[in-house]
């Protein structure tokens, strides 16, 4: 009940397409989803989160679209561009006074030019 | 320059022996968390601390110990009884534990055993 689900596990794009990675979890006290970049070798840099008291978020190409009554939440890259071949993390939160954090396992995103 | 610091970048360990894997940030931060990363698993959260001189064990704590004497520096040390220790280890930081700010990731210390 802990988990979230996280797919595709790889994804190819074409430049200037849309990216889309879907997230599902079981446990409904997750209460917070953040979504984490990392590019090769390095440490994942926090993108964009959301709250479940709202639909959507949009910062900058990268809007998060959450459905509680699913229990899903997927992140869209819009007009993707070679720089964002990545490995995106979805995670959730149950308790924000810890911070701990379940993670997905992990898309890569390939976006060819 | 402030962050958070992991050292080394890459460390060889022969099978047997401990090693201590160093974090430090300067971001005044209260919290601070180690993960695991290994291909297709995406991070597993080892140790976690909220304040100096208390810590709580993660999802897969076995095989490993942390320290958190200063509250700037949080070392994991990786001993003999992990029996699979090769991965990417990455330490995050957190404003503090009532914060509602989230987690920042050091560079990563990637644990070879030969």
């Known amino acids: 009940q802990q988990q979230v689900k996280q797919s595709p596990q790889s994804l190819i794009v074409q430049k200037g397409g849309i990216s889309i990675i879907n997230c599902a979890y079981e446990?409904?006290?997750?209460?917070?989803f953040p979504w984490y970049q990392q590019f090769p070798g390095k440490g994942p840099a926090l993108l964009i989160a959301i709250r479940p008291d709202v639909s959507e978020k949009k910062e900058g190409r990268f809007t998060i679209s959450f459905n509680k009554s699913a229990k899903q939440f997927s992140l869209h890259i819009m007009d993707s561009q070679p720089g964002d071949s990545a490995t995106y993390f979805c995670a959730a939160s149950t308790n924000l006074s810890t911070g701990k954090l379940i993670f997905g396992q992990g898309t890569t995103l390939q976006v060819k030019p | 320059d402030g962050g958070i610091t992991q050292s080394p970048k890459y460390l060889f360990r022969k099978e047997g022996q401990n090693v201590t894997l160093s974090c430090e940030q300067n971001l005044n931060h209260d919290a601070m968390y180690w993960y695991r990363q290994d291909p297709g698993q995406g991070l597993r959260l080892i140790y976690y601390s909220q304040i100096v001189n208390d810590f709580q064990k993660g999802d897969i704590a076995e095989g490993y110990s942390v320290s958190r004497e200063k509250k700037e520096s949080f070392p994991l040390t990786v001993t003999s009884a992990q029996k699979n220790p090769t991965a990417f280890y990455l330490c995050?930081?957190?404003?503090?534990?009532?914060?509602?700010?989230?987690?920042?990731f050091g560079p990563g210390t990637r644990l070879t055993v030969l």
């Open positions: 446990n409904t006290a997750f209460d917070y």
């Open positions: 995050a930081s957190r404003l503090a534990a009532t914060s509602t700010d989230t987690q920042y």
